[in-house]
């Protein structure tokens, strides 16, 4: 049916000196639902036509529109005068088929999840979790799986189909309110349990596509609650992705779209300003400073799989002698150990779980038996373990080996405390109200433990850390206690351990009720010997245990105000051009401080880092670079920055403000409508004039603007429903008459809106 109201726009395509035209007929009306969404197209009945399929959510239903073969007959016929607005849907060009799901769904993806040829659909849900209606040769949907997950994401976009790992099958990725879950199809044809990658918050905006032009897949997102960033996973091959990259990019409105690019380029984004309304592209580029500075650095986000209630112990450690720091994180939740392995500078794999003690509380890396690869030692005070285990040739972690022990073991170290170069243990552990320090030679294979004498601990052992606190050259010992003071002992070594700074005054004050986070050891005054490095309220200072036992001040870092809260100081950089990072939390948000050595420590800057909640705080040379990188190992995830590297950069390359009267963009998608391989921008003011407007994006600002039409003006038969405030509220791009050219289709209250795009011939 061809509409009186077309929708024309000449413009000229200046690549090809040639004048050429886009024409949209319609609307072509289909009435769905006022809850209905999650519009997708595919061929779902496999006879070459592109299908529309949405979720129902006022009948519990996903409908299936089938689009009917050209000149097909109707089932039935419009009488004269029907309201247009309320046309018999099958006069209309698709014909519906329904399926039901009896629960609230909130996102779907369509693809073929079997490999048997037929188009199935995935979709998320308040009962289930994550469904497959498969197809059958029918074209019914009666077969299903369901996925047990997590609390599914309930905002746009959140499911995506696409084949990830290069295999010809449709895999699947999913955004839950804790996770990100890939899920592989095998060669069976079936669906593999999910890889969990934790999330930082609930995050929604998924989007596949090759954002670095490396030819792999990977995945962009945004978080609730933070408009001003893009979150990236880079694809490492085969379906795995890296640790989680941000972006900011300032205050944005609803969901940031990429915009593919040619191979080897990499993608674009769109955004729409939130302050000013307008459109913009941005790029992804290196920054064009040799080496970026710790404040313009990168953070690379590995978040653990737990509920940040309990904190996650964590280390770093060379676990498959490849010269390279993985990370090993203990599940609270659950009786296993996560690896993150680096298998190239600067490169993780995803997660691997393997099996161990449950209630792990303290973990450290140690080279037990000198061979170039790192051992594991662990604390398990629920399961009164100490034990360790290795990573083997194969690649699998060995379980647990028990190490005997006294009581409850709270916190474990490790180093040569008696020079004898092999590796000794300490431990703290607590029985019934009883609190004690043991040492595990390693002469004996750490089996017999001598105890070290502390002056009373009126609180459980929190931490243990090793440190050479007088420098000596000799590995000497903190001790933290929950609640209570911190306690130093120093090493004779002979493997002797004797309590320091037993006296009132200075020395005492400055070590009352300091947490684990609040401590990290630098070479502050750059004599090649590491001070401890104390955070406190308006300063943190750098001690050493001199002559006599008493704490000395060897420098003092001040916070911008004296009421500032620091939570670590980390001295971060090359050896001769170090930067102190004070780190002062500020709501919730990781606001940080920089100091720069030059004649004295003076302040140069701030930057913000992703949200922690903090354990530790530390400089590493993770990636080999010979620069230490900041580190921070929180409850739930580990943050790294690297430091002194060329870093990529998300910049603005051109803007479209729109001069449309009365018209503020909502929202935005993206799509190739003339199929030239230049992808359009459709804008939406869904609020206010319901207007969509077709840009076609250059650099430069030279954007041009092909077409805008209004949706509606008024609705007459709303009739008191109550839908979203947004409307249009969806847009798809799609051939959906079987012509070669894409048409829009839109979700509008209870319909969906069809406009075919009309071939117009080409001037001569």
């Known amino acids: 049916m061809r509409s009186a109201c077309t929708l024309?726009?000449?413009?000229?395509?200046?690549?090809?000196?040639?004048?050429?035209?886009?024409?949209?007929?319609?609307?072509?009306?289909?009435?769905?639902?006022?809850?209905?969404?999650?519009?997708?197209?595919?061929?779902?009945?496999?006879?070459?036509?592109?299908?529309?399929?949405?979720?129902?959510?006022?009948?519990?239903?996903?409908?299936?529109?089938?689009?009917?073969?050209?000149?097909?007959?109707?089932?039935?016929?419009?009488?004269?005068?029907?309201?247009?607005?309320?046309?018999?849907?099958?006069?209309?060009?698709?014909?519906?088929?329904?399926?039901?799901?009896?629960?609230?769904?909130?996102?779907?993806?369509?693809?073929?999840?079997?490999?048997?040829?037929?188009?199935?659909?995935?979709?998320?849900?308040?009962?289930?979790?994550?469904?497959?209606?498969?197809?059958?040769?029918?074209?019914?949907?009666?077969?299903?799986?369901?996925?047990?997950?997590?609390?599914?994401?309930?905002?746009?976009?959140?499911?995506?189909?696409?084949?990830?790992?290069?295999?010809?099958?449709?895999?699947?990725?999913?955004?839950?309110k804790l996770e990100l879950l890939v899920l592989l199809q095998a060669d069976d044809g079936e669906l593999g349990e999910p890889v969990a990658h934790r999330l930082p918050g609930e995050c929604f905006g998924l989007n596949t596509v090759d954002v670095d032009g490396d030819g792999l897949a990977d995945l962009s997102y945004q978080a609730t609650g933070d408009e001003g960033s893009i979150r990236v996973r880079p694809g490492l091959g085969a379906g795995a992705f890296g640790p989680e990259l941000t972006y900011r990019i300032g205050a944005t409105r609803g969901i940031v779209r990429p915009i593919p690019a040619a191979s080897g380029r990499g993608a674009d984004f769109v955004r729409i300003q939130d302050n000013t309304g307008q459109l913009e592209r941005l790029g992804l580029v290196f920054d064009d400073r040799e080496q970026t500075p710790v404040g313009d650095a990168r953070p690379r986000v590995f978040a653990y799989p737990s509920d940040g209630k309990a904190t996650a112990a964590a280390t770093l450690a060379d676990l498959d002698r490849n010269g390279l720091l993985d990370l090993a994180v203990a599940d609270p939740r659950d009786a296993r150990i996560w690896v993150f392995r680096q298998v190239r500078s600067g490169i993780f794999s995803a997660a691997e779980a393997f099996p161990s003690l449950t209630g792990i509380r303290s973990l450290v890396a140690v080279d037990r038996d000198g061979d170039g690869r790192d051992e594991l030692i662990m604390a398990s005070p629920k399961e009164q373990t100490l034990a360790w285990t290795r990573l083997r040739e194969d690649g699998q972690l060995e379980l647990p080996a028990v190490i005997s022990v006294e009581g409850r073991p709270e916190a474990v170290a490790a180093a040569d405390f008696d020079g004898d170069g092999r590796v000794d243990l300490v431990y703290a552990s607590t029985e019934k109200r009883e609190r004690r320090l043991f040492l595990l030679s390693g002469a004996s294979d750490w089996q017999d433990g001598t105890r070290v004498e502390v002056g009373d601990l009126d609180h459980d052992p929190a931490a243990l850390r090793v440190a050479d606190l007088d420098q000596d050259g000799r590995p000497d010992l903190v001790l933290f206690v929950d609640h209570g003071d911190l306690r130093l002992l120093l090493n004779d070594g002979n493997g002797t351990l004797t309590e320091a700074v037993q006296e009132s005054g200075f020395g005492r004050s400055s070590l009352a009720d300091v947490k684990p986070s609040a401590v990290s050891l630098a070479d502050i005054d750059g004599d090649g010997r590491r001070e401890l490095i104390v955070a406190n309220a308006g300063f943190a200072r750098a001690l050493r245990v001199g002559s006599t036992g008493e704490l000395e001040i060897v420098a003092q870092l001040n916070a911008r105000s004296a009421d500032a809260r620091i939570a670590a100081a980390v001295l971060v950089g090359a050896a001769g051009d170090p930067t102190v990072v004070l780190l002062e939390p500020d709501k919730g948000r990781g606001h940080s401080v920089t100091q720069r050595r030059t004649a004295g420590w003076g302040f140069r800057g701030s930057f913000e880092l992703p949200s922690v909640d903090l354990a530790e705080a530390a400089a590493v040379d993770l990636d080999g670079s010979g620069t230490d990188d900041l580190v921070l190992f929180g409850s739930d995830r580990f943050v790294w920055i690297p430091v002194g590297l060329s870093e990529t950069v998300l910049r603005p390359t051109s803007a479209w403000e729109c001069d449309l009267t009365g018209v503020e963009y909502r929202g935005i998608d993206v799509g190739d409508l003339d199929g030239d391989g230049i992808f359009e921008v459709l804008a939406m003011d869904s609020r206010d004039s319901h207007v969509v407007e077709i840009l076609r994006p250059g650099d430069n600002d030279l954007w041009t603007s092909l077409l805008h039409f209004t949706v509606f003006e008024v609705d007459l038969h709303y009739e008191g429903q109550q839908g979203s405030v947004h409307q249009p509220r969806e847009i798809v791009v799609a051939d959906l008459t079987n012509d070669g050219l894409q048409d829009l289709a839109l979700v509008v209250h209870d319909r969906v809106l069809i406009y075919p795009q009309v071939a117009v011939p080409q001037a001569r």
Request: with cysteine; hydrophobic share 40%; glycine share 8%.
């Open 8 to 176: 024309l726009l000449a413009c000229v395509l200046a690549a090809h000196g040639t004048a050429s035209s886009l024409e949209l007929e319609g609307p072509e009306v289909i009435t769905t639902g006022w809850n209905s969404g999650s519009l997708a197209a595919a061929d779902i009945d496999g006879d070459g036509r592109t299908d529309l399929a949405l979720l129902n959510n006022d009948h519990a239903r996903i409908d299936v529109l089938i689009q009917r073969p050209a000149g097909a007959p109707a089932a039935e016929r419009r009488p004269a005068g029907l309201d247009r607005w309320k046309p018999v849907l099958e006069d209309a060009r698709f014909q519906l088929r329904t399926v039901a799901t009896g629960s609230r769904m909130y996102e779907l993806a369509l693809g073929d999840f079997d490999h048997d040829g037929r188009t199935d659909l995935a979709f998320t849900n308040s009962i289930e979790g994550l469904s497959i209606r498969y197809q059958d040769r029918r074209g019914e949907f009666d077969r299903s799986r369901r996925f047990d997950i997590d609390e599914p994401a309930t905002y746009g976009s959140t499911v995506d189909a696409v084949d990830l790992n290069s295999d010809g099958r449709s895999d699947l990725v999913v955004l839950t």
